[in-house]
């Protein structure tokens, strides 16, 4: 082999050599891109499933109050029901301690 046709070789191999790694770079920017769409996309996702997550916590959240009020309430007016009959039952004894002392007063 001459001189030439070696040097002729060295170049053709640094060319190649060149091409591979532009290639190489190329590939690599490439894939780079791919993750960062990638990453986006499940960025995207889990921003999307912890708005969903949210909304239904809220709807629990609320549900869960309203509950509790219906049962306070309900709990309220049980109450005023006891404090209502034992009033009834009272009403004689009241209306007589009532009519015993003004007979008192008026007897004075």
């Known amino acids: 082999m001459t001189r ?4 002729s070789d060295i170049k053709r191999a640094e060319d190649e050599a060149r091409g591979m790694v532009i290639q190489a770079h190329e590939v ?6 791919e993750a960062k ?12 499933e912890a708005a969903q997550y949210y909304k239904s ?5 609320k549900e869960e109050s309203k509950k509790e009020k219906e049962k306070i309430i ?10 209502k009959s034992k009033a009834k039952k009272n009403i ?3 209306t ?7 007979e008192r007063a008026a007897n004075a």
């Open 4 to 7: 030439a046709e070696i040097l």
């Open 28 to 33: 690599k920017n490439q894939k780079v891109n």
């Open 96 to 102: 007589k301690f009532i009519l015993t002392e003004f």
């Open 74 to 83: 309900k709990k309220g007016y049980q109450e005023a029901e006891e404090i």
């Open 57 to 61: 916590e809220i709807i629990k959240a």
């Open 37 to 48: 769409s990638q990453a986006r996309e499940i960025l995207k996702s889990a921003e999307e």
């Open 92 to 94: 004689s004894k009241a």
